[in-house]
């Protein structure tokens, strides 16, 4: 159980381009979606929490109007990065949670490779 | 506020041997603790989880983890490494205080020698 899905696992686009993300929660409920960005050799960063039906909650420094998030059903996120250039070039990883608790775990997707040329 | 440390980037042991990745935690009210694996291009994927309880905790793949307030420490363990436990772990801590977000360490990558 808890499996999430996201697509496309590998983008290579050219700069200007905007580039849309999906995570799904395959056999749950995410009340609550989170993306990070993974630079070469680090950890992860969180990049904005959604919720879903409202409005994404974006770490200080992640520009809201770069990195849109849509949060549209209980087991669908998209990420759009826009205009993309290549220092956007990056990992990028959804994760899925099914409540608001943080006792509660949550579960990734294997990720996006995103390379902008 | 809350943060990660994973001492050691770098681990290596013989297969067979024990596997010891350590982790301290900071944080201003007892946290919930988690322990990450990720492949090479993966996501992540649970090992294992503290939130109350015993405190010694069991994993998948034969990994098991020690809360110890105390020492404010999480290490993974495992008796014997198997050429597949290869990877990269992540320690990780949230609490309700932070928003119930993630606070991740900066990661350790194992590698097991044959």
């Known amino acids: 159980g808890a499996v999430v899905s996201q697509h496309p696992s590998r983008v290579i686009c050219k700069s200007g381009t905007s580039v849309k993300i999906e995570c799904r929660s395959l056999?749950?409920?995410?009340?609550?979606m989170f993306w990070y960005r993974q630079f070469p050799k680090q950890s992860l960063m969180l990049m904005a929490t959604?919720?879903?039906?409202?409005?994404?909650?974006?770490e200080q420094g992640v520009e809201k109007d770069k990195f849109l998030i849509n949060h549209a059903s209980l087991t669908l996120s998209t990420l759009t990065v826009t205009s993309a250039h290549p220092e956007d070039s990056s990992f990028y990883i959804c994760s899925a949670r099914s409540g608001e608790r943080s006792n509660q775990p949550q579960h990734f997707g294997d990720g996006t490779r995103l390379s902008i040329l | 506020a809350q943060s990660v440390t994973q001492l050691g980037s770098h681990v290596s042991v013989s297969e067979g041997a024990l596997v010891l990745l350590r982790c301290n935690y900071s944080?201003?009210?007892?946290?919930?603790l988690f322990w990450y694996v990720q492949y090479p291009n993966q996501g992540l994927q649970l090992l294992l989880k503290?939130?109350?309880?015993?405190?010694l905790v069991k994993g998948i793949n034969g990994f098991e983890a020690e809360f110890k307030k105390s020492e404010t420490s999480f290490h993974l363990t495992k008796p014997s490494a198997h050429m597949s436990d290869a990877a990269e772990y992540f320690c990780a801590v949230s609490d309700p205080g932070y928003g119930n977000k993630l606070v991740f360490g900066a990661g350790t990558i194992l590698r097991v020698k044959s």
């Open positions: 944080s201003s009210v007892p946290p919930y």
């Open positions: 503290y939130t109350t309880g015993a405190t």
């Open positions: 056999d749950f409920q995410a009340t609550t």
């Open positions: 959604s919720n879903e039906g409202s409005k994404a909650t974006y």
